[in-house]
């Protein structure tokens, strides 16, 4: 007799909610600093992240993907990827439409600046 593995788990689907349909936007509830890219810091660059996130209903974050890196000079130093690692550990209080927690897609700005 052979024994059937047991079934897989499936994640919940993700229905996203559009951002000017929602009721109450997301809020952040635990942020996590992002790393410093050591060359960057080295050399006195700065960087702002623009990055699509996917907000689960539970708060957490299901995707983070980089849109840009501003200024242009700042590409290459890993600032998108220190970002995306950051924010993949923030938690929201969800987005909520009609009064209950749903899923959505934002854009969320991450600053890298050198402290003085």
Do not use: C, H
């Amino acid at each position: 007799m052979t024994r059937r593995p047991p079934p897989r788990r499936r994640r919940p689907d993700f229905r996203p909610v559009p951002v000017f349909e929602v009721d109450e936007n997301p809020r952040e509830l635990k942020k996590v600093r992002a790393a410093y890219p050591e060359e960057a810091r080295r050399r006195g660059i700065q960087a702002k992240v623009t990055l699509s996130v996917e907000i689960r209903r539970n708060g957490w974050v299901r995707r983070a993907k980089v849109i840009s890196v501003r200024p242009s000079s700042a590409k290459g130093f890993g600032f998108g990827k220190a970002a995306v690692a950051a924010l993949k550990k923030y938690r929201f209080r969800a987005a909520r439409y009609k009064g209950k927690p749903v899923d959505i897609v934002v854009r969320y700005i991450y600053r890298f600046e050198l402290e003085d």
